[in-house]
């Protein structure tokens, strides 16, 4: 079902992206799991060469994610967003989960929000992602308490499309 929605999304060709935030958000969270499981079936070497074919499947498109305007810039961040009530909690005992923060299109943009993330207390790894830019991830987190709070961080930063998963891609 939420394939068929992400290639209908997709498929939509040069839509808009929803003028709903909330809209927009929910559209970025579904291309991107979509994007993650794809990234996740591919050969490392795939990754690198991109749009080539290899083994008979292409390696994950990204213009779905930079066509709804899920790949954001420093200017769509909370600039004076008090966040010294987002302190990271103290850390627990579980299964390594993590948060997608946000996919910055500049390296500078991704590295001073993960510095931001970090003088939190948070655990801050950034990828780059072929086509996108900077991935910005926050954990290992380790119980759902530390998850929430991750979310509540990304909502307060104003990064409402932030979800969580359970391995870095």
Do not use: K, N, W
């Not at 040069?14 to 979509?34: E, K, S």
């Not at 299109?105 to 970090?118: E, M």
């Amino acid at each position: 079902m939420r394939t068929a929605l992400v290639l209908s999304l997709l498929a939509a060709g040069c839509a808009a992206a929803p003028a709903d935030p909330a809209a927009r958000a929910g559209t970025c969270r579904a291309l991107f799991q979509v994007y993650d499981r794809e990234v996740a079936r591919q050969p490392p070497a795939m990754l690198e060469l991109d749009e080539t074919l290899l083994f008979g499947r292409r390696a994950p498109d990204p213009a779905g994610l930079r066509q709804y305007r899920c790949v954001r810039f420093e200017s769509d961040l909370a600039a004076g967003a008090d966040l010294s009530a987002h302190r990271a909690p103290p850390p627990g005992q579980g299964a390594a989960r993590y948060v997608h923060l946000a996919t910055m299109a500049a390296d500078g943009a991704a590295a001073r929000l993960a510095g931001r993330v970090a003088a939190l207390g948070y655990r801050v790894e950034t990828r780059g992602a072929p086509g996108l830019g900077r991935r910005v991830f926050v954990g290992p987190l380790r119980t759902p308490a530390e998850v929430g709070a991750a979310l509540r961080l990304a909502a307060a930063l104003g990064l409402d499309d932030a979800y969580p998963l359970s391995r870095i891609p």
